[in-house]
């Protein structure tokens, strides 16, 4: 997963391919809008690509990027669980969100950064918001 997420090795995306199509098919709906879990914009040109949007690229799903965005580039792999869990809310909205959301993110740790999102995106309408990850750890 190191060399997916800090070493940019896209390439290994490909190796999930078939378990990221058939968990998508069997726990989720085509009635949902589809949101990568956003990269500030230097980590993203640091990393080269979103990890989270390229899982969301193997469900050969439409997706938007534009409804959320990261204000705060920490990274969370430096922070302790105690800081995850307390950190200020990363997120901002950057357009009203629609009614059923499925937020998309490549490692779930403590959670917060799905509940961060999806706090944010119920407070501004949302009525409900699943998540998917690639990884637990």
Do not use: C, W
């Not at 391919?17 to 640091?46: C, M």
């Amino acid at each position: 997963m190191s060399r997916f997420k800090y070493r940019g090795d896209y390439e290994i995306i490909h190796a999930f391919e078939s378990a990221i199509q058939s968990t998508y098919k069997t726990h989720f709906s085509d009635h949902q809008t589809i949101i990568p879990i956003p990269l500030h914009p230097s980590r993203q040109q640091q990393r080269l690509f979103n990890q989270a949007e390229a899982i969301v690229q193997k469900l050969y799903q439409p997706y938007h990027t534009n409804i959320l965005a990261r204000q705060d580039n920490a990274k969370q792999s430096k922070k302790s669980r105690y800081e995850r869990i307390t950190s200020l809310n990363p997120f901002t909205i950057t357009e009203n969100p629609p009614d059923k959301i499925l937020l998309i993110d490549d490692i779930y740790t403590t959670g917060t950064t799905l509940r961060q999102a999806a706090d944010l995106l119920t407070n501004y309408g949302a009525k409900s918001v699943e998540s998917f990850t690639l990884i637990r750890s």
